[in-house]
């Protein structure tokens, strides 16, 4: 009986321990996973433009649930759709974002350039409180560029 209860303690305690570590792994995972939802979101855009020579862009929203984004196509001058083949997509609410774009979009042309960029507006940081208790890097930014090409990083 002795033996079943100090067991019981060492596995109490092993747990104990292990459990901040996997919840910091699950939480990585999760906000390396969202950014990189984003960023291929991007790089699918840039591709719909070359590929169908129509004007595509990536739309940020802040709704009442958190951010959102979708991927639109310019049919007619000034007539943006939602492509068929996306779906509007959410960023977790327990996130922080900020997005940091002209209108909140990023706009490639049929060249594969984006057409609205700024210098000073054209990133998306993502950031995990949860992470930043755990000494971790809480932000993945994403930094778009005139060309089109897009860079990710962790800070």
């Known amino acids: 009986m002795i033996e079943i209860l100090v067991v019981i303690a060492i596995v109490g305690v092993m747990a104990a321990v292990i459990f901040p570590a996997v919840i910091n792994s699950l939480e990585k995972r999760s906000l390396e996973s969202t950014t990189k939802e984003v960023l291929s979101s991007l790089v699918r855009a840039k591709f719909q433009a070359v590929r169908t020579h129509l004007n ?3 739309r940020f929203a802040q709704e009442s649930s958190g951010w959102t984004y979708c991927i639109e196509r310019e049919d007619q001058a000034n007539q943006w759709n939602m492509i068929r083949e996306f779906v509007k997509k959410n960023i977790p609410s327990d996130y922080n974002v ?7 979009q990023v706009v490639f042309s049929p060249l594969g350039i984006v057409t609205n960029f700024s210098s000073s507006q054209n990133s998306i940081t993502i950031q995990s409180p949860s992470l930043q208790n755990y000494n971790q890097p809480p932000n993945r930014h994403i ?9 990710y990083s962790k800070t």
Do not use: A
């Open 143 to 151: 930094t778009i560029y005139s060309g089109g090409s897009v860079h």
């Open 56 to 58: 595509h862009r990536v």
């Open 98 to 104: 900020t997005v940091n774009l002209p209108n909140q």
